[in-house]
């Protein structure tokens, strides 16, 4: 029957997304009613009797006996003589129960009945993954590649949810096919077009951070405590901890006996450096610590606008810098100071020139760019290539070039 196949349709349906029994009823009960209502005129006087774990309905209509002649509403109302055709005793002011096939209902109404519940049960199912996700934000999701795209991916997670994860939010680094089993943080949780988007990432801090709880028990059981994580996805991380018991190392826990713990997380990360520093409140002990390994000389604060001038032996600065300029960069953003490096000259060093002698050749935000990244002097910049100071200043190769004529000239003359 029509019935059954529309009832089997939602028990199937129940089964494999978990639905509460209340919500079953009242949503095939509703879309029941609309029908009804539409073909009668009220639905008042119907009782429906649903039972989803077998999965069948009933639709009964009650009517009042009335003396023949006098039905003027025929939905709520029978003659005597139609009553006693169905059971020989009924007498006049009586109520009559007729069961309602979905078989008199016609084929087109019953097509109709089908797409509105299955309309009813795609929006439930979009409420349901929506509800179950938007307080999920900030969990690790371990899903299952389904399908990858130019700009994103598609993973299923273990109820066949569809999650996103967009190229922006995956590590440079990151070589996914379908089938492969990806872990990423849930960053995002919105209702667009009326369809639940979650959108995942593996470059969000937050996502360090769920790798980190996992890996070391003493951050899950709040014994250590992580401050801050600053990441330039795929290329280093630095990570603030602090431990409110003398007796653990916060440092050491989170590294683990011969790295054991970290490494597990550097290679889901694919091969990001992670730097583990001792959180403290002195912002001068901070900043040297975040500046590891390089070695520093001296450090000015201006706490108001939140600078540092830092001084560093000149085998020391590109140390600070780092590949890239990544570790002065996170530096500044953990300890939530702009960092300025600057070389100590050494006294023998008298051929050097300083590169603010250059303020009539060189225009000054280009000399700015070029100290921030500890390159104060005239031999501290020749001595990087073009790439690398590229790559540090983001200034334009024409403009690097150009500065560099200007101070081999000065060595020329």
């Known amino acids: 029957m029509e019935s059954l196949s529309l009832i089997d349709s939602f028990q199937e349906f129940k089964e494999f997304k978990d639905i509460d029994r209340a919500t079953l009823m009242n949503i095939l009960e509703s879309?029941?009613?609309?029908?009804?209502?539409?073909?009668?005129?009220?639905?008042e006087n119907?009782?429906?009797?649903?039972?989803?774990?077998?999965?069948d309905l009933e639709i009964w209509r009650n009517r009042e006996i009335v003396p023949d002649g006098e039905v003027e509403d025929e939905n709520k109302e029978i003659a005597y003589s139609d009553a006693i055709k169905i059971e020989p005793d009924f007498e006049i002011g009586e109520e009559v129960s007729e069961e309602v096939k979905m078989d008199d209902f016609g084929r087109r109404v019953v097509l109709s009945?089908?797409?509105?519940?299955?309309?009813k049960i795609?929006?439930?199912?979009?409420?349901?993954?929506y509800a179950q996700y938007k307080d999920r934000v900030g969990d690790l999701i371990t899903g299952e590649v389904y399908q990858v795209w130019k700009r994103e991916m598609l993973i299923l997670d273990d109820?066949?949810?569809?999650?996103?994860?967009?190229?922006?939010?995956?590590?440079?680094?990151?070589?996914?096919?379908?089938?492969?089993?990806?872990?990423?943080?849930v960053v995002k949780v919105e209702m667009k077009n009326n369809k639940p988007l979650i959108i995942l990432s593996r470059?969000?801090?937050?996502?360090?951070?769920?790798?980190?709880?996992?890996?070391?028990?003493?951050?899950?059981?709040?014994?250590?405590?992580i401050k801050k994580?600053?990441?330039?996805?795929?290329?280093?991380?630095?990570?603030?901890?602090?431990?409110?018991?003398?007796?653990?190392?916060?440092?050491?826990?989170?590294?683990?006996?011969?790295?054991?713990?970290?490494?597990?997380?550097?290679?889901?990360?694919?091969?990001?450096?992670?730097?583990?520093?001792?959180?403290?409140?002195?912002?001068?002990?901070?900043?040297?610590?975040?500046?590891?390994?390089?070695?520093?000389?001296?450090?000015?604060?201006?706490r108001d606008k939140k600078t540092a001038e830092v001084f560093l032996k000149p085998d020391q600065v590109s140390l600070a810098i780092g590949r890239g300029g990544y570790n002065i960069k996170l530096a500044g953003k953990l300890v939530g100071f702009e960092i300025d490096v600057y070389r100590d000259m050494e006294e023998n060093d008298t051929d050097d020139v300083a590169l603010d002698e250059f303020t009539d050749e060189i225009e000054d935000w280009v000399l700015t760019a070029l100290k921030s990244v500890g390159c104060d002097s005239a031999k501290s910049v020749l001595e990087l290539s073009v790439e690398e100071?590229?790559?540090r200043t983001d200034l334009e190769i024409e403009t690097i070039e150009d500065v560099r004529n200007i101070l081999k000239q000065e060595f020329e003359d």
């Open 122 to 129: 795609l929006e439930l199912e979009k409420d349901n993954i």
């Open 31 to 43: 879309v029941f009613r609309a029908t009804i209502k539409r073909k009668f005129g009220d639905d």
């Open 389 to 391: 100071l590229v790559k």
């Open 203 to 225: 470059t969000s801090p937050l996502f360090l951070e769920r790798l980190f709880e996992l890996e070391v028990p003493e951050i899950y059981d709040g014994l250590i405590t």
């Open 229 to 302: 994580i600053v990441r330039e996805p795929g290329e280093r991380a630095k990570v603030a901890v602090e431990s409110y018991d003398d007796r653990i190392d916060p440092v050491g826990a989170c590294v683990g006996m011969k790295g054991a713990r970290i490494h597990g997380i550097v290679r889901e990360l694919r091969n990001e450096n992670i730097d583990v520093i001792n959180y403290t409140t002195n912002t001068e002990l901070f900043i040297q610590r975040a500046l590891s390994p390089a070695k520093i000389t001296a450090i000015k604060l201006d």
């Open 113 to 119: 009945l089908r797409q509105n519940l299955m309309s």
């Open 46 to 55: 119907f009782d429906f009797i649903v039972n989803v774990d077998k999965g």
């Open 159 to 185: 109820e066949d949810n569809e999650l996103i994860l967009p190229k922006s939010e995956q590590i440079t680094n990151d070589r996914f096919k379908k089938g492969d089993t990806v872990r990423a943080v």
